[in-house]
């Protein structure tokens, strides 16, 4: 089994910036792609941002230029840096990693989400 485990989500102020980091542990062999998920009141879970094992990174067009991710494969993390937030990334966070487990069996994981509220 692997966990994921988020932290970093609060209140901000329009403008402000947060940081979000997602931990995984486990019997993890190999984590492949990890990547940032959010979804608002009312809307579907969309893509933020994700990035690969070797650190190809893609982003939401509505991120770009805002958000930046980033991993630490020898620690298993990946983190979300956000800055000149909006209240539209008002947003549960999700985090997401897949890969392969020391029992060689595909897994793809969430974390529980941590809330990001932006205040005008």
């Known amino acids: 089994q692997v966990q994921l485990v988020e932290s970093g989500g609060g209140l901000v102020q329009a403008g402000g910036s947060l940081r979000l980091s997602c931990a995984a542990s486990?019997?993890?062999?190999?984590?492949?792609?990890m990547g940032w998920y959010r979804q608002a009141p009312g809307k579907q879970r969309e893509l933020v941002a994700g990035i690969t094992s070797g650190g190809s990174t893609n982003y939401a067009d509505s991120v770009k230029g805002r958000f930046t991710i980033f991993r630490d494969n020898a620690k298993n993390t990946v983190s979300l840096q956000m800055i000149s937030l909006k209240p539209e990334d008002t947003a549960v966070y999700y985090c997401?990693?897949?890969?392969?487990?020391?029992?060689?069996?595909?897994?793809?994981?969430w974390g529980q989400g941590t809330q990001v509220t932006v205040s005008s």
């Open positions: 486990g019997s993890i062999f190999r984590i492949n792609a």
């Open positions: 997401n990693a897949d890969g392969m487990t020391f029992t060689y069996r595909p897994f793809a994981s």
